[in-house]
């Protein structure tokens, strides 16, 4: 049973390098022991309510086509949504331009900003800051750029601005 996770995951990303679905990708699969198999999936533009339904019955037919589950298995497919943790380098760059909160593995200090570059390394983070100029009473307001590699990230969620 162990690896129908990477049985389903296999399917998916061939599937996903098809043409007409290039823009999707996987986000994550929790299996658990009681048969419940959950797929979290993205899509570059959004992922909609019909994607989810198509890739399901997709899955369903899979796995009943090859027997991988017992017969009282359930699947969901869903979208990873809002506010759950990014884990794949595809969500950060989509999501460029957007508020960003990254917990850091080094520091209790939160790492916050506008998401505005992402690269296979790392990702820029860039939010202002008050400082006092030498000399002078009164703050001066600049912007400051932070580039955190993945390796220090130990969660990093959208944050939806109002």
Avoid: W
């Amino acid at each position: 049973m162990s690896n129908i996770k990477e049985k389903i995951n296999a399917i998916l990303e061939e599937k996903f390098s098809q043409e007409a679905y290039c823009e999707f990708f996987v986000v994550e699969i929790i299996q658990s022991d009681n048969g419940q198999i959950q797929v979290f999936l993205d899509h570059d533009k959004g992922l909609q309510l019909e994607h989810c339904v198509d890739i399901s019955r997709f899955l369903e037919k899979y796995i009943e086509e090859n027997n991988l589950l017992p017969e009282n298995y359930t699947l969901d497919v869903s979208s990873a949504g809002i506010g759950s943790p990014l884990k794949q380098i595809r969500q950060y760059r989509k999501n460029i331009g957007r508020l960003l909160s990254a917990e850091l593995t080094d520091t209790h200090v939160n790492a916050n900003g506008t998401l505005v570059e992402v690269t296979d390394e790392y990702i820029v983070l860039e939010h202002s800051e008050k400082v006092r100029e030498e000399g002078k009473k009164k703050k001066k307001e600049v912007i400051v750029r932070e580039n955190i590699s993945y390796d220090k990230i130990k969660k990093a969620v959208i944050k939806i601005a109002f």
